[in-house]
């Protein structure tokens, strides 16, 4: 299916985003026009689901806080059972340009989960410490896995096809970093095949940081683990009845 043709539903994970979210639905709209956004309020404490709601999205309201990762599931299912053949994760505090989304739609054409690479030649972003030592290292073994060039292994800007969506609505994992690492490995032992585009990124619009130098110290070692229990899971856990 070529991408202009592509039905496709942008997912926004939400947590306590209510500074942002709005403008990020109306310029997610703005720059994809009749594009549907599903914002997955994630637990909040605050009023993103209310700014979500009045910005035009369409929200699920989560009780509790689940991660990224329980929430694009959500998302997942939610384009299984209304028929989208396309999810793009869009961040609701600002970071991910919407201008962005049709490279990721178009990569679809040729692989079943496209990433949007910080760090392939778009864009100025740059990480320092642990953080980019983990990054380096995931980057490493994960094209390996994946069987291609991957530069940027942690990036929640990605697009999913229909294959992925038909996994990842019963298996994307929850853990910390699941959302990424794992998500890569369980596509990549599935059969689905990845690829990456470059994207820019900007700084968040509104809202709290989901990491703290603190955070950024240990992600080396949450990074290793991560990767270890994507590895140490049987590839039968990821099949979805013969689908993928």
Partial sequence: MSSPNRRALIVMPAF???ASVGDVVREVQQKLPGVTVLVVDDG???????????AGALVATLPFNLGVGGAMRVGFRYALENGFDAVVQVDSDGQHD?????????GLDSADLVLGARFAGEGDYAVRGPRQWAMKLLAAVLSRTAGTKLTDTTSGFKASGPRAIALFAEHYPAEYLGDTIEALVIASRSGLSVAQVPVAMRPRAGGVPSHNPLKAATYLGRAALALVFAFIRPKSTYRVGGSV
């Fill in 16 to 18: 306590n985003e209510q």
């Fill in 44 to 54: 909040s404490a605050d009023a993103t689901t209310q700014v979500a709601t009045e």
């Fill in 98 to 106: 919407p201008a962005g989304v049709p490279a990721l739609l178009a």
